[in-house]
């Protein structure tokens, strides 16, 4: 089933990530766990981290974090959306009450 050891301090390695704030990865991971749950956003994260160093060793380039709004700035049409879903969500009110 191929190492253990490396999927557990890769899946370790997205965890922490996770957790930290204005980061690719940390945007990466969050949004995959709204839509899948966070054990398999994390083992998502740690494939990430696992391609994203290959190709570094790879290309023999340094590391250049394409930052938390990545996504966001990907899609603008698709943003518009997902705002107005949060919104909605039941502790935010887009209309006010009659």
């Given at each position: ?10 899946v370790e390695?997205a ?6 704030n204005?980061?690719?990865?940390a ?8 839509r899948?749950?966070?054990r ?5 994260a ?8 290959y ?9 250049a974090d394409?930052?938390p ?22 502790r935010?009110?887009t209309?006010?009450r009659?």
């Amino acid at each position: 089933m191929g190492w253990s050891w490396l999927r557990c301090a890769l899946v370790e390695a997205a965890q922490a990530t996770a957790r930290s704030n204005n980061t690719y990865l940390a945007a990466r991971f969050r949004r995959l766990a709204a839509r899948r749950g966070a054990r398999k956003a994390a083992v998502a994260a740690a494939h990430t981290i696992f391609v994203l160093d290959y190709r570094l060793q790879r290309q023999e380039q340094d590391c250049a974090d394409l930052g938390p709004a990545y996504f966001d700035e990907r899609a603008h049409s698709v943003v518009g959306r997902r705002v107005q879903r949060r919104l909605e969500r039941p502790r935010y009110r887009t209309r006010p009450r009659r």
